[in-house]
């Protein structure tokens, strides 16, 4: 047994925290746990740490630009987790307001086991934009 995993059912026996917290809590700790990696260079499914968002373009003079961004995941799975908080009215007023701009995305559906799905199935994705001497990536590192 590991010592975060004892550092929890400690607080557990000392009423610190519920049952169900830390359940929530050891469940968090099972799906961080890396599994063995099948082969070098690979990255392990479920362990990336960074959404990358890379584009290369040629400007209209010739000359290449590049945009880097890189977010890391564990800021995209708190805020899923965070969505837990939110009020209910809150979440169908936002979702009335995302709906009236275009947006149709339901934030009662944002859940962390869907962004878990996405990142396990985003090796990675090259996008076609409309210039053609650019290219645009996106992917988990």
Known sequence: ?????????????????????????????ERD????ASSIGTRPKG????LRLMVD???????????NVR??????RAGVQLTALIPPQALTA????LDKS?????????KPEH????????DELTMEVDQPDAQVRVFCE
């Open 102 to 110: 275009g947006v149709p995305f339901d934030l009662t559906q944002l």
């Open 71 to 76: 977010v890391p995941l564990q800021l995209l």
């Open 47 to 50: 362990r990336a740490k960074y």
């Open 1 to 29: 047994m590991n010592e975060q995993r004892k550092d929890i059912l400690g607080m557990l026996a000392e009423g610190k925290i519920t049952a169900e917290e830390a359940e929530q809590l050891i469940a968090a700790l």
């Open 115 to 122: 962004l878990e799905a996405l990142v396990d199935h985003l």
């Open 33 to 36: 746990q890396s599994p063995p």
């Open 57 to 67: 373009t040629i400007d209209e003079n010739g000359e290449p630009g590049r945009i």
């Open 94 to 97: 936002a979702n009335a307001k």
